[in-house]
């Protein structure tokens, strides 16, 4: 085989590097005379069909996956609800993608792999200073699996107390979801509790929250966008009961909002992939940080600083004990693999922002959805936004007409935004589709 | 080889963190556009100019080790070369869409999702599969839920998984994460599992076996078909952890050694990058009798037209969202480069990387015959400290001390993207290292950026951020 046709065969693994007197020489070299004596397959359990996968070379490839995502339509989106995304810059992505990080593996030798090890370190160092709670892991999959493990981990540290996990009402129904999947091997149960134009209803929570609660979940800002106002008082309610106070936010919001540890969380989890990371469909990086308290408790992955031989601060995961590769069944988590790199990505973002730069981004999610909730508020059939709370990134918008209809006749004005209800539209605005929103508006009067 | 890591820093640290960089302080209030008492009242953080970060980032890169610096022979990790055209398929800005946009307008992302859901049936001789777990240890969690789905909707409450001694420790987690007693089953003699001890494990209470094949020695579990049997006539289910699936790519399937359920991982199998511990995407595919019970949403294909659709009884959801994308476009772009041919000679390869490069150490390897990875025994060796002196040899070591059963283990999967240079090179480290002083290999390593580091002391001295470090100080 030639150098150029490796390149495209097809008709073993192009990244096998192995020419066929290099075979040969292996073959020879272990004893046999073709790899197939090296499977110790019995023969009815051999496959020895077609899996029908043809192969494409890379140029083929990437000419007909682009032809297929080409196929999705080219939309602005006002979007978020659990998904956020803001301008990455390109020194994010350039860095992330250099090798050393991206095909390295978890950190098992520290010793060769301190610039990961410090990288995140440096992740939940920045947690620390924007939740001011003291432990913060090195990531969870998403926000929705990071509240499974919170509602988990309260379970464990209240176990003698009860056995309710109280959620808000309002909730993404993913999230209701993942949660109710965690917690389905445990005693515990959800209930909810009710709101109040769109945040906590205090008083009604005041009522919910009982000997039995174990953990009361508050977001803030909500799914739909509104942000809370009396957090430190559901600190004091769950306090009073003996229970955890969760609370569920994301990287950009903690730069500007109350911070979690003054308003008495003791435990934050969500989104820290707003940072970071571009709309990928979902993808996420879940963030988690607690106290003190329950650092044994936590789930998840852990760097500590420590020394080396040569008496230098040098990095290591730390306290494995917690973890399923040593404790198995009585593990704090079954998470083995995370979001490392987008852990990476995100704290390269954070310093590339700096505190100015985070805090003018979270004042744009304010003012941008200031501005446009009073623009569409302005067209005639509309009232937005629904709630009369202050509103981060996205609000809801009341509707005359059937929300649906109008949510098409903007998909075919290359514009998409959730549908809530019949008549209940959400948009969400950020940097990334701010330049949009006059022609958004204009759309929507069309569709009216 | 010679061998020398980068290392920047002074006499008391590395390269410095962020913080030590810049400290930066903001008042919020100030820059706020909401009232007082719903903002914090100070911020801070580091703050880099574009120059600074790119040199500090770029400076922790060259102290890393990463497949594309050398050989990385941790078994079970399955550490093969991450195709660079991947990464520029998933980069596609068309790829970049809200998971709430309607189904009609992302035709291309469903599509492709489909595709794949299709692939990887094929290739575990599955009937369904879910993308949707995030990681390897997400899709077992998945894989024993829609398990215990199955046996409630037949109202066959089940309340033990069985799981092997020398299984991965996620086996165990995820069983008991779902609300199961894990029944631990012990090792047979040749390292295989042991019939009678099977029957003797399984009940009316056996929700399922958990069990991975080739196993964690590498050797086939050649009586899967009695497992099979044992375990079905039992009432409970058999689940494939997919850990070791690349020794079987195209030669053998799940599916058609009496599998019910399996998760795939496909940042080990199917090549997309491990990214320093994740993401990672851990699919679960089922036999027809289980599709029903599977995560919503899936795809589905009508006349052309792709649309997601909640399986009858689903469990609901694993994740937010549908999983980790740009890690499932690079599977599908991997699997599709690679076509039946491919894959069958990427098991073929790495079984006979494996069977190499054990023929070229001195090493004892007490069980076999082993496919794609083998534990080796250090001997009277310590098998971390031989590991810590294989790095000043310029490779990264195997995984070591596991399985437990294997005194000193080294368990080594080279994997197909290894030369014959490259596997000659790790024996040469496994060798050296091993013939090396026991002073030598204690000390070891001096070639890496840091030096043997104490993980003991800092666990005794949890010192998990800068705040932390500066509070000491």
Redesign the interface.
């Known amino acids: 085989m030639t150098d150029t046709s490796r390149h495209e065969?097809?008709?073993?693994?192009?990244?096998?590097?192995?020419t066929s007197e290099?075979?040969a020489?292996?073959?020879a070299?272990?004893?046999?005379e073709s790899?197939?004596e090296?499977?110790?397959?019995?023969e009815?359990?051999?496959?020895d069909g077609?899996?029908?996968?043809?192969?494409?070379?890379?140029r083929e490839?990437?000419a007909?996956?682009?032809e297929?995502?080409?196929?999705?339509?080219?939309?602005t989106?006002f979007?978020g609800?659990?998904?956020h995304s803001h301008y990455v810059?390109s020194?994010v992505?350039?860095?992330t993608?250099?090798?050393?990080?991206?095909?390295?593996?978890?950190?098992?030798?520290?010793?060769?792999?301190?610039?990961?090890l410090?990288?995140?370190?440096?992740y939940?160092?920045?947690l620390?200073?924007?939740t001011g709670l003291?432990?913060?892991n090195?990531?969870m999959?998403?926000?929705?699996?990071a509240l499974g493990e919170a509602a988990?981990l309260a379970g464990r540290v209240r176990q003698a107390s009860g056995t309710t996990v109280l959620i808000p009402e309002i909730l993404?129904d993913?999230?209701r979801?993942?949660l109710?999947?965690?917690v389905?091997?445990?005693d515990l149960e959800i209930g909810t509790y009710p709101m109040d134009d769109g945040n906590v209803d205090v008083d009604a929570l005041a009522e919910h929250v009982g000997d039995e609660t174990v953990m009361v979940y508050v977001e803030n800002p909500t799914v739909r966008g509104t942000?809370e106002?009396r957090l430190a008082e559901v600190g004091e309610i769950a306090d009073g009961a003996d229970a955890l106070f969760c609370l569920g936010t994301d990287v950009v919001a903690l730069?500007?909002?109350?911070?979690p540890a003054?308003v008495g969380a003791d435990v934050v989890v969500g989104e820290a992939d707003a940072l970071g990371l571009?709309?990928?469909?979902?993808?996420?990086l879940g963030l988690f940080a607690t106290r003190e308290t329950f650092?044994r408790q936590v789930p998840g992955?852990?760097?500590?600083?420590?020394?080396?031989?040569?008496g230098?601060?040098?990095f290591?995961?730390?306290?494995?004990?917690r973890?399923?590769?040593?404790?198995?069944?009585?593990?704090t988590?079954?998470?083995?693999?995370?979001?490392?790199?987008?852990a990476?990505r995100t704290?390269?973002h954070?310093?590339?922002?700096?505190?100015?730069?985070?805090?003018?981004l979270a004042?744009q999610c304010?003012?941008e959805a200031?501005s446009l909730s009073e623009a569409l508020n302005g067209l005639r059939g509309v009232k937005a936004p629904v709630h009369e709370r202050?509103h981060f990134r996205e609000f809801l918008a009341r509707t005359d007409q059937p929300a649906p209809a109008i949510?098409r006749d903007l998909?075919t004005n290359g514009f998409?935004v959730?549908v809530v209800d019949d008549h209940l539209l959400q948009v969400c605005v950020t940097d990334v589709n701010a330049a949009q929103t006059d022609a958004l508006v204009e759309a929507f009067e069309e569709a009216l | 080889m010679n061998y020398d890591q980068a290392r920047y820093g002074d006499e008391d640290r590395y390269e410095p963190l962020l913080s030590e960089k810049d400290t930066t302080s903001v008042d919020v209030d100030e820059a706020s556009p909401l009232p007082e008492d719903l903002t914090r009242d100070s911020l801070e953080l580091p703050r880099l100019s574009e120059p600074e970060l790119a040199r500090h980032y770029t400076r922790l890169s060259q102290m890393n080790w990463s497949v594309e610096s050398g050989p990385y022979p941790l078994g079970s990790c399955t550490m093969k070369y991450n195709p660079s055209f991947t990464e520029d398929v998933a980069a596609d800005p068309s790829g970049a869409v809200h998971p709430d946009r309607s189904d009609g307008t992302i035709q291309g992302t469903l599509e492709l999702l489909y595709g794949l859901q299709d692939y990887l049936a094929r290739i575990g001789g599955m009937d369904a599969v879910t993308l949707q777990p995030p990681a390897g240890a997400a899709g077992e969690f998945t894989g024993i839920l829609v398990a215990k789905a199955y046996h409630e909707a037949n109202d066959d409450e089940r309340s033990e998984v069985i799981v092997p001694a020398s299984a991965h420790g996620t086996n165990f987690a995820s069983a008991a994460m779902a609300g199961y007693d894990v029944v631990e089953l012990p090792s047979g003699e040749d390292g295989r599992v042991d019939l009678e001890a099977l029957e003797a494990a399984v009940s009316e209470e056996t929700a399922a076996l958990m069990l991975t094949n080739p196993n964690t020695v590498g050797v086939f579990e050649r009586d899967i078909e009695e497992i099979a049997e044992i375990v079905h006539d039992a009432g409970g289910l058999l689940y494939y952890d997919g850990a070791n699936l690349n020794a079987l790519l195209g030669q053998a399937r799940p599916g058609d050694m009496g599998f019910d359920v399996m998760h795939y991982n496909v940042h080990k199998t199917f090549a997309t990058p491990h990214g320093g511990g994740g993401p990672g995407a851990g699919p679960v595919g089922v036999t027809e009798e289980l599709a029903e019970f599977l995560p919503s949403p899936q795809v589905r294909e009508r006349e052309g037209h792709y649309e997601l659709y909640e399986p009858e009884q689903s469990i609901g959801k694993v994740h937010g969202y549908q999983g980790n994308w740009l890690v499932l476009v690079k599977a599908y772009a991997y699997i599709a480069r690679l076509g039946d041919a491919g894959l069958k000679d990427a098991a073929a390869k790495a079984v006979l990387n494996a069977n190499y490069l054990a023929s070229q150490i001195d090493l004892d390897i007490p069980y076999g015959p082993f496919h794609h990875e083998f534990a080796a025994t250090a001997g009277d060796r310590d098998a971390a400290d031989v590991a810590k002196r294989m790095l000043d040899y310029g490779v990264h070591p195997p995984t070591t001390k596991w399985p437990e059963f294997v005194p000193e283990a080294m368990l080594t999967e080279p994997t197909e993207a290894e030369s014959l240079d490259s596997l000659e090179d790790l024996a040469d480290a496994f060798d050296s290292a091993m013939n090396d002083s026991t002073e030598e290999i204690e000390s070891a390593p001096s070639k890496t950026t840091a030096g043997r580091i104490d993980q003991a002391a800092a666990a005794r001295n949890p010192r998990l951020s800068w705040r932390a470090l500066g509070e000491e100080e």
């Open positions: 065969r097809t008709d073993g693994s192009p990244y096998a590097p192995h290099e075979t020489e292996m073959l070299a272990v004893g046999v790899e197939a090296l499977f110790d397959v019995p009815p359990v051999r496959f077609e899996l029908g996968i043809d192969s494409r070379s890379e490839l990437r007909e996956l682009s297929t995502l080409a196929k999705n339509d080219d939309l989106e979007l609800r659990d998904h810059p020194v992505e350039d860095l993608r250099r090798s050393e990080f991206l095909t390295s593996y978890t950190q098992y030798q520290p010793e060769i792999t301190q610039g990961f410090q990288a995140l370190f440096e939940q160092s920045l620390v200073e924007l003291p432990v913060a090195c990531s999959y998403d926000a929705a699996t988990r993404h993913n999230k979801e993942v109710a999947n965690y389905d091997g445990t942000i106002e730069g500007l909002l109350e911070e003054s571009p709309t990928a469909y979902g993808m996420g650092l992955r852990l760097v500590g600083a420590g020394e080396d031989a040569a230098k601060r040098a290591t995961l730390t306290l494995q004990t973890e399923q590769h040593i404790r198995k069944e009585r593990a988590s079954n998470i083995c693999t995370n979001q490392a790199w987008v990476l704290a390269m954070l310093a590339y922002l700096g505190p100015d730069g985070l805090v003018d004042g304010v003012r200031e202050h949510a998909e998409a959730h």
